[in-house]
């Protein structure tokens, strides 16, 4: 089935939300693009998702407008409904949904993720988990930090992910680490 998508601006360059046309009437989405190379994305777009078109659908023109009202600072909570989870595997499902429990200014570390989903030796596996996280900003992966506080990998970038804890209201200190106080543990 051939994908469609929509953009949404941020500072760091559009970001695209992708659709199946299977899906119009109640569409899933299933995938976040973050930007990157425009290049690198045209060529996801013809390769990867092919025959992606641009398109307008009104659940995802909503979804849309409250993907760019959180990039600008505004609290909002993604609803992981209209996420095509069952494109994932049940580890990473089991770890996406841990994931999007953490709250808005908090961040957990891979290790605490690992023992929320009952997996304690499993925080390696966490972060490859996250990072394959199809839905990047629906479901936070940028709130997980490694067990020092320090960022860890982000598919946009450590400068995107410190930027959007910090528009979420969570601190750092002189070495670029994420302040205890934020932490979940």
């Not at 941020?10 to 989405?29: A, K, M, N």
């Not at 992606?52 to 009104?58: G, L, Y």
């Not at 605490?112 to 990072?131: C, F, Q």
Request: hydrophobic share 40%; net charge negative.
């Amino acid at each position: 089935m051939p994908y469609h998508y929509g953009s949404v601006p941020s500072q760091f360059g559009d970001i695209l939300v992708l659709w199946r046309s299977e899906d119009e009437l109640e569409p899933l989405v299933r995938r976040v693009l973050l930007p990157g190379d425009p290049e690198h994305l045209q060529l996801l777009l013809r390769t990867v998702y092919e025959g992606a078109t641009p398109a307008a659908n009104p659940t995802m023109a909503a979804l849309m407008s409250d993907m760019e009202r959180y990039l600008q600072g505004e609290p909002v909570t993604f609803d992981m409904g209209m996420l095509a989870l069952d494109d994932c595997l049940p580890f990473q499902r089991l770890v996406l949904v841990a994931e999007h429990a953490i709250p808005r200014g908090r961040v957990a570390t891979y290790g605490t993720l690992a023992r929320r989903i009952g997996h304690p030796k499993a925080a390696r596996a966490v972060g490859t988990a996250l990072a394959r996280n199809p839905f990047p900003i629906l479901i936070p992966c940028h709130r997980a930090v490694r067990a020092d506080g320090r960022l860890g990998g982000f598919a946009g970038g450590p400068e995107m992910k410190r930027a959007l804890l910090q528009l979420e209201g969570v601190g750092f200190d002189a070495e670029g680490r994420v302040l205890p106080e934020y932490i979940d543990g």
